[in-house]
């Protein structure tokens, strides 16, 4: 895909790896965007700051539906019909078992759901025209796990599965789709994560590279490109995928161990 003369919208888009796909966007030279996210005010500033000629910032809440449409109209009717769509909000919990019921449907809505919402808005006026890309940003957790949190291990597989649906559904009618699979990139969702003492941030630090936004930036705009389904910024995640996928018991028994260390330390 080239990001060049097109029509892109972001959510979660006020900090973190949002942010940064958003300023790498316009520096690709898109037409149009709109940057959406629950803080308005900080949405707002990242537009102004980037280019309030082709950027605006607003505030959404992607768990719910008629806001999610509000998006895909704001953008249509401010600079044509959406292009591109990287649903990309996204949240931890830091819990396991002891995780509360509202805590699990939070989850839910806004790791796996509001993708939902945001194919339902966005692919009708997409496959109108026989061309769109969506982009979700998934995690590593969805096809590994999230050691210490079961919401986000669980929601995030989910969120792969619903990429892999979409491209497999929509493929042949022009509808491209990306599962962005990070594992650690220093962003608030990790730092606060580590100043909370969250297992699942101290091992994701454990576990290898941690990558700036602006690196995976750098690989979403690669991997959209290539037009490639799965965008790795850590390659070596394929590999330990495909270790699990051979050995799941060897995985599970090395995990226990990681687990052990961790919990030591
Ligand atoms: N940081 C990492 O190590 C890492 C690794 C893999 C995947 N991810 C994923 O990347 C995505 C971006 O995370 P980040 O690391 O930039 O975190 P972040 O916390 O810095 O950014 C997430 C943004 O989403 C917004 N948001 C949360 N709930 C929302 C809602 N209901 N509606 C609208 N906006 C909402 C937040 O206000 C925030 O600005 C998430 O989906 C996350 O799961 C992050």
Redesign the pocket.
Known sequence: MELRGTVVVV?????????AMARRFAAEGVAGMVL????RD?ASALAREIDPARVTGVG????DAGEVAGLVALARDTYGPVDLFCS?????TGTGLDTDDATWQRAW???VH?HVLAARAVLPSMLERGSGYLLQ?????GLLTAVGDAP?AVT?HAAVGFAEWLAMTYGDRGIKVSA???????????T?GLARGHTAARV?VAAGP?LT?EQVADAVVAGLAAERFLILPHPEVAGYARRKAEDPDRWLGGMRKLIATIEAG
């Open positions: 959510t979660g888009a006020a900090g973190g790896i949002g942010a959406a996210d629950l803080d900080a959404c809440d992607v768990t990309n909000a996204g949240i931890t809505a806004v790791n509001a940003t998934c995690s590593a957790a986000y995030k962005l699979c990070p594992q650690g990139v220093r962003t608030p969702m990790l606060e994701t941690v936004p």
